[in-house]
């Protein structure tokens, strides 16, 4: 009976509390869903959360809802744009039934690691995204390189990079004048970028004083042919095989003869002017009966085509020649007169001393031996 009693005056105690129950059901009902405003969404991304075991996805106005939530739950919040995942966010929230939580993300970044043997401490890496990636990101004003048109530095400094998370991504490795590059698509947190060796900036050139008759300008490295311009003002680059001083030689072509020349000592990066003269050869003038006791000179002859930019003579032509001019003469020793010729076409040589020998050489654009009749 006693048992009964109590059990009597219990009862009116589980309905209140039962009732309580039920209100507080009906008061969260009223209240409606706990709500989590996702903010800082890369417009035109989509953002995913998770939260309580449960989780959503929106593509625009990024205002979560979750129902039967109330408390601080961990939140995981990925948001992808173009198939790739640009922001994210996690921590802790607190939800409440009525109420707006709100989380920031931030923009994903991941880190690489440059391999770039060739090239000393002093070397500077630089890490280049598309501009439109850029968003977000700790980015650096300079303009883009010739061949980055469009990207944006994102880091500048040593071989360890932290870059946005984006498609594709530009490696530059710069070490004095020498300078290389390599693309990564889609690069991945944590990778090795191995940079293969520079290349280097090249020597700008401008020739100056170009004969009216050329048509091209060509740069030697060595014997090499290194670069070539047909189109005034024959402005030419050339890129050397490493860093260091090169003389760069330039010759103009007048209807294929070389016609003038130049000479500069450069190093990758640096722009010179290049003045150009009158391209000489050395010739070696003889003829038969021609010896030790010879008394003559030697003689070359320009025809007008070939004197622009010459310094001549003011001797009279030989018969048979009109036009043309004296542009080098030299005594007789041991038989050969050695002269300096401007390079030209149907070139006259001549011996004048006890006897007069004289014959024309077709063409004249290297360095020869003439044996005259």
């Known amino acids: 009976m006693r048992f009964a009693s109590s059990l009597y ?31 800082g969404v890369r417009k035109g991304a989509c953002a995913a959360v998770k939260v309580g075991g449960q989780s959503a996805t929106r593509c ?38 009525g109420s707006t939580a709100r989380v920031e993300v931030a923009r994903k970044t991941l880190a690489l690691r440059a391999e770039a043997p060739w090239a000393s401490s002093a070397a500077t890496y630089e890490a280049w995204v598309d501009g439109e990636w850029a968003f977000g990101a700790a980015a650096y004003p300079d303009p883009a390189p010739e061949g980055l048109e469009g990207m ?12 946005p998370t984006a498609p594709r991504a ?36 401008t020739p100056e004083g170009v004969a009216s008759g050329v048509g091209c300008v060509a740069a030697f490295l060595g ?19 490493d860093g260091e001083y090169r003389e760069v030689v330039l010759v103009a072509y007048a209807d294929g003869l070389p016609f003038q020349e130049g000479r500069v000592v ?71 007169a050695e002269l300096s010729v401007p390079t030209g076409r149907m070139v006259l040589f001549r011996l004048v001393g006890a006897r007069t020998t004289e014959g024309v050489v077709d063409l004249v654009d290297s360095d020869r031996r003439v044996v005259l009749p």
């Open 9 to 39: 005056k219990l009862a009116p105690l589980a309905f209140a509390l039962l009732l309580l129950s039920s209100c507080s059901e009906l008061q969260r009902e009223f209240q409606g869903p706990a709500r989590l405003e996702v903010a």
């Open 60 to 97: 625009e106005g990024y205002t979560f809802r979750f129902t039967g939530l109330s408390g601080k739950f961990p939140v995981e919040v990925r948001v992808e744009w173009r198939g790739v995942e640009v922001q994210g966010y996690q921590g802790e929230v607190e939800l409440a039934p």
């Open 152 to 163: 944006v530095l994102v880091h500048r400094g040593g071989a360890s990079l932290v870059v």
């Open 170 to 205: 530009v490696i530059r490795v710069r070490d004095g004048a020498g300078e290389s590059r390599v693309e990564v698509a889609l690069p991945q947190d944590g990778a090795v970028v191995r940079v293969p060796e520079p290349r280097y900036a090249p020597i700008r050139l």
């Open 223 to 241: 014997s090499t042919e290194a670069a070539r311009s047909c189109t005034p003002p024959f402005g030419l680059a050339v890129v050397p095989p």
């Open 266 to 336: 450069a190093r990758s990066g640096e722009s010179r002017t290049v003045p150009l003269a009158r391209k000489r050869v050395r010739v070696e003038l003889t003829a038969p009966g021609f010896t030790a006791d010879t008394e003559a000179v030697g003689e070359a002859w320009l025809r007008p085509e070939d004197q622009e930019g010459v310094p001549l003579y003011g001797d009279a032509p030989p018969s048979g020649y009109e036009g043309y001019r004296l542009a080098d003469r030299a005594v007789v020793v041991n038989g050969v």
